[in-house]
């Protein structure tokens, strides 16, 4: 049984096929990138393993269970996180109460408190101290301390990017999906992605799909790689395989990919 798997996956919108009979399988601890053109479906899969759209048709395995008809809250409390293209941050929040908002989904006698039921209030405070110490660890994992406590519109793109990687950790994830982690960061902050993904595999052993367009983070990261164009599977192997397959590189258009 893989730890991740994707069976004959599909998902249209109006005519338009964004993922198209689509299969493949991650192993777990794996670092498995997704790569494609502008528009190739590769958010679109994402949003299909997070119970955000629902596929016409396909399974989705994770550790053997279909994941097909669950919703997000589900898939996220079964050990899926993620993070999107565009930040999901609360900008007038705190890092911490943004990261603490990752754990939200695990906060029952918490929330219970709040709204006066049957949960003693020693047992409230006790969970929210867990709560609060398991944030700080990822305050401190990713050396986030100096920005504790700005709000997060306050913060260079780079570290807000950061903060939405420690709210999808939050969750203590097996699986996280990473959309584009490193879009709009200096070559120094994306060089800092690559070792905090690594750190997240290594130390946390967490599996990570990740969906990257800059080819030579790709390249350093992933253990393999699946390269799609119009929801279809190009080809699947490792970096060196991929991008040098003719395939891929006439779908990005001949660059050299290496160098995007
Ligand atoms: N909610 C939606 N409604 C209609 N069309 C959509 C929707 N989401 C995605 N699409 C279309 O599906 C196709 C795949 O989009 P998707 O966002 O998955 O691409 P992508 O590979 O993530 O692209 P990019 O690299 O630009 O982020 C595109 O043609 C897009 O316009
Ligand atoms: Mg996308």
């Known amino acids: ?52 759209y629902k596929p016409e048709q396909g399974k989705i395995l994770f550790k053997g269970h279909n994941l097909i008809g669950r919703r997000p809250d589900q898939i996220a409390a079964a050990g899926i996180a993620r993070t999107f293209q565009n930040l999901e941050l609360f900008a007038h929040m705190t890092t911490l109460d943004n990261i603490m908002l990752g754990r939200h989904l695990s906060m029952k006698a918490s929330i219970a408190a709040v709204l006066g ?89 967490i599996t990570v799909i990740l969906i990257e367009h800059n080819m030579q983070m790709v390249q350093n990261i992933s253990d393999r790689i699946l390269a799609i164009n119009f929801g279809k599977p190009i080809t699947t192997g490792t970096p060196e395989e991929v991008l040098a397959h003719p395939e891929v590189i006439r779908a990005y258009l001949g660059e050299d990919i290496t160098q995007a």
């Open 1 to 52: 049984m893989a730890f991740f798997q994707i069976d004959n996956l599909s998902k249209s919108f109006g005519g338009l096929k964004a993922v198209d009979q689509l299969d493949f399988q991650v192993e777990e601890k794996e670092i498995f990138s997704i790569i494609g053109p502008n528009g190739a479906g590769k958010s679109t899969i994402f949003n299909c393993i997070n119970g955000l």
């Open 117 to 205: 039921l049957s949960f003693k209030r020693s047992k409230a405070a006790k969970e929210e101290l867990q709560h609060r110490r398991k944030v700080e660890e990822i305050i401190d994992f990713l050396e986030l301390e100096s920005a504790r406590d700005q709000f997060v519109s306050n913060l260079p793109y780079g570290k807000q990017k950061l903060v939405e990687l420690g709210r999808a950790l939050a969750l203590e994830p097996d699986l996280l999906l990473l959309d584009e982690p490193a879009a709009g960061l200096t070559q120094e902050e994306r060089e800092d992605m690559v070792f905090w993904i690594r750190d997240i595999r290594d130390l946390l052993g």
